[in-house]
């Protein structure tokens, strides 16, 4: 169990990558957290409500400007392959399986809003180094494209509202990664605020910051199951799909207009699709109860234990939904799930993100921390064999510029 490594650190490992790979000072660093959606799972695309916070690991970008004027060079210290590209003319995207097509996608998208103020942004040299687990569901693809995006416009003095760095790297990941994602990502990414949770209203995209719990009553674990499985990129579109359909059939423009006795008279819905909209629909009362809670927890200090009890059987109804019922939850996660669950002093876990592998995470009593990590260290390994990792987080601010040092 660790805290998370502090961003000095990610600073220092980005500053080495950057003068082995570079013969320049860099000029200018950039740093995008990860989040964890507390609550409100498949529902962004769906025009619902979401209630991520960023957290204590980023992706961080340092650049300087390009040695070659016609061409950015970009080095990840975790990709073999580097990506190159030239920001003054428009990018296409291409078709490489490899990480290159977020960086190509981030850059085009400052490169575009650049270039509609008027501005032909110059090239850079970047370093990009992480401390998030590449493609567990905590965001690794937002936090990659926002750091990006952030530091081509940093170096370039472009200044880019936070709102739209939050919508190119959006428009990245479905144009050039081809991952129809929806919003909230890149808004956690952006917008969330130190120690708050970030309640944002997918359909008009309104944003409002709750404070946390305090640390000493419940932290937020995450339990990485480091499980990917193949399907998930092909189900994520094929849930999309089934929720369009719902919507289409229920005769209301996305699931956020549906309610339980439109499903329920619905005669002409498949079973998958009545199973996704019954998720949707009950996944965004159930955030707005989080949000509620939140609320009255920082209000009423009276309240704050009977509210984290009712805050954990929200969480714990979630991830039966998206088990049961959006069926998007796999053996790896059940099991953590399960496990954190008969945890004494565990309030309430379900997985987080898209699913079919990644992470979990667990609303907990910080004197339980301990017994929840060698509980799951007994028992996933033995079922699963391998590790579970398992990490408490804090809630950060999103992205922005980092002083170099
Ligand atoms: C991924 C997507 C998000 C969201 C979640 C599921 O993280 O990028 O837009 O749909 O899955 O809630």
Same mark, same amino acid.
């Given at each position: 169990?660790?805290?998370?490594?502090?961003?000095?650190?990610?600073?220092?490992?980005?500053?080495?990558?950057?003068?082995?790979?570079?013969?320049?000072?860099?000029?200018?660093?950039?740093?995008?957290?990860?989040?964890?959606?507390?609550?409100?799972?498949?529902?962004?695309?769906?025009?619902?409500?979401?209630?991520?916070?960023?957290?204590?690991?980023?992706?961080?970008?340092?650049?300087?400007?390009?040695?070659?004027?016609?061409?950015?060079?970009?080095?990840?210290?975790?990709?073999?392959?580097?990506?190159?590209?030239?920001?003054?003319?428009?990018?296409?995207?291409?078709?490489?399986?490899?990480?290159?097509?977020?960086?190509?996608?981030?850059?085009?998208?400052?490169?575009?809003?650049a270039a509609a103020a008027g501005w032909t942004l110059a090239n850079l040299d970047v370093a990009i180094v992480s401390s998030l687990p590449i493609g567990a569901?905590?965001?690794?693809?937002?936090?990659?494209?926002?750091?990006?995006?952030?530091?081509?416009?940093?170096?370039?003095?472009?200044?880019?509202?936070?709102?739209?760095?939050?919508?190119?790297?959006?428009?990245?990941?479905?144009?050039?990664?081809?991952?129809?994602?929806?919003?909230?990502?890149?808004?956690?990414?952006?917008?969330?605020?130190?120690?708050?949770?970030?309640?944002?209203?997918?359909?008009?995209?309104?944003?409002?910051?709750?404070?946390?719990?305090?640390?000493?009553?419940?932290?937020?674990?995450?339990?990485?199951?480091?499980?990917?499985?193949?399907?998930?990129?092909?189900?994520?579109?094929?849930?999309?799909?089934?929720?369009?359909?719902?919507?289409?059939?229920?005769?209301?423009?996305?699931?956020?207009?549906?309610?339980?006795?439109?499903?329920?008279?619905?005669?002409?819905?498949?079973?998958?699709?009545?199973?996704?909209?019954?998720?949707?629909? *009950?996944?965004? =009362?159930?955030? +707005?109860?989080?949000?509620?809670? &939140? @609320?009255?927890?920082?209000?009423? #200090? %009276?309240? $704050?234990?009977?509210?984290?009890?009712?805050?954990?059987?929200?969480?714990?109804?979630?991830?039966? *939904?998206?088990? =049961?019922?959006? +069926?998007?939850?796999?053996?790896? &996660? @059940?099991?953590?799930?399960?496990? #954190? %669950?008969? $945890?004494?002093?565990?309030?309430?876990?379900?997985?987080?993100?898209?699913?079919?592998?990644?992470?979990?995470?667990?609303?907990?009593?910080?004197?339980?921390?301990?017994? &929840?990590?060698?509980?799951?260290?007994? #028992?996933?390994?033995?079922?699963?064999?391998?590790?579970?990792?398992?990490f408490r987080v804090q809630a950060v601010r999103g992205a922005g510029a980092v002083p170099i040092r």
């Amino acid at each position: 169990m660790n805290a998370g490594p502090a961003m000095a650190a990610l600073a220092a490992r980005a500053a080495d990558l950057f003068s082995s790979s570079f013969a320049a000072r860099p000029a200018a660093a950039f740093a995008a957290p990860g989040r964890v959606n507390l609550i409100g799972e498949h529902v962004d695309y769906n025009d619902g409500l979401v209630l991520p916070i960023a957290i204590d690991r980023w992706t961080l970008a340092i650049a300087a400007p390009a040695a070659d004027p016609h061409l950015s060079r970009i080095r990840s210290e975790s990709q073999a392959h580097h990506a190159s590209l030239d920001i003054r003319s428009p990018i296409l995207p291409d078709h490489a399986l490899t990480w290159t097509r977020y960086a190509a996608g981030a850059a085009e998208g400052v490169r575009a809003e650049a270039a509609a103020a008027g501005w032909t942004l110059a090239n850079l040299d970047v370093a990009i180094v992480s401390s998030l687990p590449i493609g567990a569901g905590l965001a690794s693809s937002a936090a990659l494209e926002v750091a990006l995006a952030g530091v081509f416009a940093l170096g370039n003095q472009l200044p880019v509202e936070p709102r739209r760095l939050a919508l190119l790297c959006q428009d990245a990941e479905h144009h050039f990664a081809g991952v129809p994602c929806g919003i909230m990502d890149q808004f956690a990414s952006v917008m969330a605020e130190e120690q708050h949770a970030l309640l944002l209203d997918c359909r008009d995209q309104s944003i409002r910051s709750i404070p946390m719990p305090p640390t000493e009553a419940a932290s937020v674990v995450v339990m990485n199951t480091n499980t990917t499985h193949a399907l998930a990129a092909g189900e994520y579109a094929a849930r999309r799909e089934d929720c369009r359909a719902a919507a289409a059939a229920l005769g209301v423009a996305s699931l956020r207009d549906a309610d339980q006795s439109m499903i329920a008279a619905a005669g002409s819905l498949t079973d998958s699709q009545r199973r996704a909209a019954l998720h949707v629909v *009950s996944e965004i =009362g159930r955030t +707005r109860q989080a949000a509620a809670l &939140l @609320d009255r927890i920082h209000a009423d #200090a %009276s309240a $704050v234990k009977a509210c984290l009890g009712d805050l954990g059987a929200i969480l714990r109804q979630s991830h039966a *939904s998206l088990r =049961g019922d959006f +069926r998007v939850s796999c053996p790896e &996660l @059940d099991t953590v799930v399960e496990v #954190a %669950s008969s $945890v004494p002093g565990v309030l309430g876990a379900r997985m987080t993100g898209a699913g079919f592998g990644g992470c979990a995470l667990a609303l907990v009593e910080p004197q339980a921390i301990p017994r &929840l990590v060698s509980e799951v260290a007994a #028992a996933f390994p033995a079922k699963h064999r391998r590790n579970a990792d398992l990490f408490r987080v804090q809630a950060v601010r999103g992205a922005g510029a980092v002083p170099i040092r």
